[in-house]
């Protein structure tokens, strides 16, 4: 996670600051600058994005639990998972890049929960089951 850097002229206005959120198999990459507290996903509003309320408010929590809802907005580039993996992913990431903008942060995301990887992920499929864990159904006769 960098501090303060720019991006190429046209994307971003001004210095931002840096979060990468994963959850399940979604990537998240949150660019968090000066603003009035959008939040876009691959281009599009978080809330047009996503398609549920649920997840839009899951992504803009951290930005509320700090008190910045309205003084920073978001950019996330999101790749790989389903929606609510991507919603965890930029979640993290936006937690991530708060942190770096004030050190201060840090205590108030870590007792909210919103600094701690969900490392749960799909068990893959074992040899002779029909999932992971699901066997076929036993017959006696």
């Known amino acids: 996670m960098s501090a303060t850097t720019t991006l190429s002229p046209g994307q971003i206005p001004g210095p931002y600051y840096y979060g990468l959120g994963r959850r399940k198999c979604a990537i998240a990459q949150v660019r968090l600058f000066a603003g009035d507290g959008q939040v876009i996903v691959n281009g599009k509003p978080a809330r ?5 309320e649920t997840l839009d408010v899951m992504v803009h929590q ?25 919603a965890g ?8 890049a708060l ?4 050190e201060a942060n840090r205590t108030l995301m870590r007792a909210r929960g ?14 002779g089951l029909r999932r992971a864990r699901r066997a076929k159904q036993f017959t006696k006769r």
């Open 62 to 86: 951290p930005l509320l639990a700090a008190g910045s809802g309205t003084s920073y907005n978001a950019h996330a580039k999101v790749i790989g998972g389903g929606t609510t993996g991507q």
């Open 99 to 102: 942190v770096v903008a004030d």
């Open 114 to 127: 919103f600094l701690t990887r969900d490392a749960r992920v799909k068990e893959r499929k074992k040899p």
């Open 48 to 52: 047009d994005y996503f398609g549920r």
């Open 89 to 96: 992913a930029v979640r993290l990431g936006i937690a991530r």
